[in-house]
RNA sequence: UGUCCCAUGGUGUAAUUGGCAACACGUCUGAUUUUGGUUCAGAAGAGUCCAGGUUCGAGCCCUGGUGGGACAACCA
């Protein structure tokens, strides 16, 4: 099933840490040779492009060495756990083109077989039941620096232990009654073996399970069984999870302890790696459902989220998701990678596929003085010049054609070379156009129609004319242009943004013109489209038919700008 | 006043068993181009946090600093 995994992404995958140390474990010749990884997300939340990192990670590691990648829910939680994330995970990482290993995979399908593991600690001594409040247990646990107590509870009897884990399995006892605690070192130096929680009560349905239970494992006490029942060798998490490493190890230890069957499977590795942080962009899913319950975006697919299904309305493609999470790297130290080569990346992808198409998002009128009244010809334009199979298209050209606002200036400077008074440009595929006249708004200073002459010599393919003409603008014939809507995205947060600042409140950095919403004049042949068809639009950037678009309005997400040397001189 | 992790151009990652620090993004030139896009050619930019040590030789090994991060949810 893993076969087809990754065959679009680029061949040379750097090697990185992990690289090397499963080839480690392979020259020890561990788990006969195979590698088995998994991507574990809880279902509380859709994925963002982090998780895109992770899933990349995992699945490509599978398909490096052969061997396969689990999808798993760790849905050890019911109060925040839902099915539409659950819909919502499988179907992007299939979108980003992904195979996991068989079916789906649920932690809540092991729930039988932990609580048979939690029953197997109390009777040799390593787990109890503690009848204290969340607040006093966590009183008693110390501080990093200074060592925990014993709860009075810790030396109860194994007989006791049973019959009151039994009877918090059996719904006798409120939620935070009593909880199920390993046994391990108050006074560890590490928090995480301090008596770590590893049942509480929570009398709430489970989206899979039901009511069948009221008692639900704590992460650490299921992760590493969990990828010890699927055979995982490879178990790779996000840099927080390190501390967790040794209970992880140690809950193996407790489970496969005089049992020789079980110690004869593989034995699961955790190892981490840095998350991905992105500049401009907060990623906590938190943060994320708070942008949604709060209306701030349309929702966790609003073009403006770091969410994959967010990405995918905006335009991205899963090619240009996987070359950035190739070109991101693994690493074991935290960093912040810069959007601009998310972007890069896009625009790269972008190039070769999107067709080129003439839209004007901030029209003017440019009426071309000595072209016959009422004429229509018809030009032909290049579709993509990255890639002459697309073919080419015909444009209405006519007498009164829209051009971009800033394509004109009244006093242009010497490096500006599109039009101004006395200037020829060439509109692209027609006719050059030199500038007479323009009417300007003497009350508001607008420009409100400019005024050519166009030299029939020069209609574009004609060999006769070799001008060297350097302003080449898009247009669109004012008598054929279709009105589009267009939704126009800049970064959900300002420069000062997030990700970094703890003591903050995010919604602080909002940026209020994260969108912007006007209507723009495109080419007639772009009537006909489909939701999340990429365009070029020409000298503009790329931009997505939205999901919402209809026959009837048509609307455009802009993905990314397109670089411009000239903006960025002034 | 703890334990663990990390430290390479602006950013992110590389650097075979120690052998004159590479790639990508970004930046800047120039050329081509019916997109100031793309493409192509080229440039600038780190001597690898600091100090010692081992070695003929250290970004890689050792020691000690410094700086950053993680850890005290009945979250994952």
Redesign the pocket.
């Known amino acids: 099933m893993s076969k087809d995994n990754h065959e679009n992404a680029p061949e040379a995958v ?4 992990i690289h090397q140390e499963i080839d480690k474990d392979l020259a020890e010749n561990k788990n006969g040779g195979v590698v088995l990884t998994r991507f574990p997300p ?1 279902p509380n939340g859709y994925l963002h492009i982090g998780h895109a990192k992770s899933i990349c990670l995992n699945f490509s590691l599978a398909q490096k060495y052969g061997g396969g990648c689990n999808l798993r829910f ?1 849905d ?2 019911p109060v ?1 756990e839902d099915v539409e994330y659950v819909d919502s995970i499988q179907e992007d990482v299939k979108w980003l083109g992904f195979n996991w290993e068989g079916e789906a995979r649920y932690a809540s399908d092991y729930f039988d077989q932990l609580y048979l593991w939690a029953v197997k600690l109390i009777k040799n001594g390593k787990a109890y039941v503690d009848d ?3 607040e006093q ?2 009183a008693q ?1 110390g ?3 200074e060592p925990g107590t014993e709860s009075p509870f810790r030396n109860r009897t194994v007989e006791e232990n049973l019959d009151l884990f039994e009877r918090m399995k059996a719904g006798e006892f409120a ?2 009654e009593k ?1 199920l605690r390993a046994k391990i070192d108050m006074a560890s ?4 073996m301090r008596d770590p ?1 590893m049942y ?2 929570i009398h709430k349905d489970h989206h899979r399970t039901g009511d069948k239970w009221c008692i ?1 494992p ?2 650490d006490f299921a992760h590493g069984q969990e990828d010890f029942i699927e055979g995982v060798t490879h178990s790779i998490c996000t ?6 490493r040794p209970l992880y190890n140690w809950f193996l230890d407790q489970i496969l302890d005089g049992d020789e069957e079980l110690q004869s499977k593989v034995r699961p590795r955790q190892i981490e790696f ?1 998350r991905l942080n992105l500049n401009y962009t907060v990623m906590s899913k938190r943060k994320l459902l708070e942008l949604v319950q709060k209306g701030i975006v349309a929702g966790w697919d609003d073009p403006r989220m770091p969410t994959v299904s967010g990405l995918r309305r905006r335009g991205y493609t899963p090619e240009s998701i996987r070359n950035f999470a190739d ?12 959007v ?2 998310l972007e ?1 990346c896009i ?2 992808d972008l ?1 070769k596929k999107a067709p ?1 198409v003439n839209a004007v998002v901030d029209p003017v009128k440019l009426i071309i003085t000595n072209y016959p009244e009422g004429k229509v010809e018809m030009v032909d334009v290049i579709n ?3 890639d002459e199979t697309q073919g080419s298209r015909q444009l209405p050209f006519s007498r009164e054609v829209y051009i971009e606002r800033e394509d004109f200036m009244e006093e242009p400077p010497k ?4 039009l101004g008074p006395g200037r020829e440009v ?1 509109l ?2 027609g006719y050059a156009v030199t500038c007479t006249d323009y009417k300007k708004n003497e009350s508001t200073g607008e420009i409100e129609e400019i005024y050519c002459t166009y030299d029939p010599e020069t ?3 004609a060999t006769t004319v070799d001008r060297k003409i350097k ?2 603008l898009h247009w669109v014939s004012v008598e054929h242009a279709v009105d589009a809507e267009i939704r126009m995205y800049d970064r959900l947060y300002n420069h000062e943004a997030p990700s970094s600042q703890k003591d903050t409140d995010h919604l602080d950095f909002i940026n209020p013109e994260s969108l912007k919403i006007i209507t723009a004049k495109i080419e007639p042949s772009l009537k006909e489209v489909k939701p999340l068809d990429k365009f ?1 639009f ?2 503009v950037g790329y931009f997505c038919v939205d999901k919402d678009s209809t026959s009837d309005k048509l609307i455009f997400n802009r993905t990314v700008a ?5 903006s ?2 002034k």
């Open positions: 750097k090697t990185n840490f809880e760790d050890t939680n925040k204290q409040s969340a247990i966590a646990k501080t990093p620096t939620a935070g909880v130096s590490n928090m995480h929680l509480r009560i639900y704590m992460y840099l927080e999870f390190e501390v967790h840095a070109k991101v790297g693994v690493a074991r130290r935290d960093g912040v990678i810069d601009a080569l890069s625009r790269e190039n080129r993509n010049p990255e490096k500006f070379f599109r060439r692209k595929g209609k574009s393919g302003g080449i070029q020409q000298r397109l670089k411009d040397s000239w960025k001189k």
